[in-house]
Every structure is written in structure tokens, then in C-alpha cells.
Nanobody
Framework: QVQLVESGGGVVQAGGSLRLSCAAS????????MGWYRQAPGNQRELVAT?????STNYAESVKGRFTISRDKNTVYLQMNSLKPEDTAAYYC??????????WGQGTQVTVSS
């Protein structure tokens, strides 16, 4: 079993910053990608940012230039700057291993007030 534990969510004013963390533990095969997705009420879950084991990154257009994904061993981070009210959502950590099995964290709420 793989466990993903997220932290760092909260309430922030527009223009502010937050840093999310996600620590992976358990029976992890080699990691293919780690990343972040988000889901706002009434919306589908969407990709925010992912990082491949080789270091390449992928960002949603809406967060490019504002969010930065990074990773240190089995922990992935999401630095979120210049936050906007439309960034309000539950943020979920995701891990995909080399067998393409995907795991999800429990989610952490980010609320950006205008």
C-alpha cells in the first residue's frame, strides 16, 4: 500500500502564496510521476502540475508562471504564488509508479478570498 499525506492548504487573500506538500510512504515501486490535481465544487478534477522522474514538468495553462512544482525524494511540493479566487479548490496529490498504478491523497483545501 502507498500512502500520500498532503499538508499546507488554507485560506489566503488574492495575491498571496501557499506551499503544498505531499509525502509518499509505503510500498512504493519506482515513481514515474508525482503531481497535483484540483477539484472545485461542481467541476471535474483537473491537472495542476506534474513532474516526471526525469525532472520534466507539465503545468495547466491557468497556473503557468504562478505555480512551481518540485520534488525531494518521495515528497512533492507545489509553490503557489499570485493566487486568484479561481484557484479555490481541493488539491489532491497523485503518484504514478512504473507499473502505471495511480494513488491519491485525501486532499487539502485551498481557499482564496477576493
Amino acid at each position: 500500500q502507498v500512502q500520500l499525506v498532503e499538508s499546507g492548504g488554507g485560506v489566503v487573500q488574492a495575491g498571496g502564496s501557499l506551499r503544498l506538500s505531499c509525502a509518499a510512504s509505503g510500498s512504493i515501486l519506482r515513481i514515474n510521476t508525482m503531481g497535483w490535481y484540483r477539484q472545485a465544487p461542481g467541476n471535474q478534477r483537473e491537472l495542476v502540475a506534474t513532474m516526471h522522474s526525469g525532472g520534466s514538468t507539465n503545468y495547466a495553462e491557468s497556473v503557468k508562471g504562478r505555480f512551481t512544482i518540485s520534488r525531494d525524494k518521495n515528497t512533492v511540493y507545489l509553490q503557489m504564488n499570485s493566487l486568484k479566487p479561481e484557484d479555490t479548490a481541493a488539491y489532491y496529490c497523485n503518484l504514478e509508479d512504473l507499473s502505471f498504478r495511480r494513488y491519491w491523497g485525501q486532499g487539502t483545501q485551498v481557499t482564496v478570498s477576493s
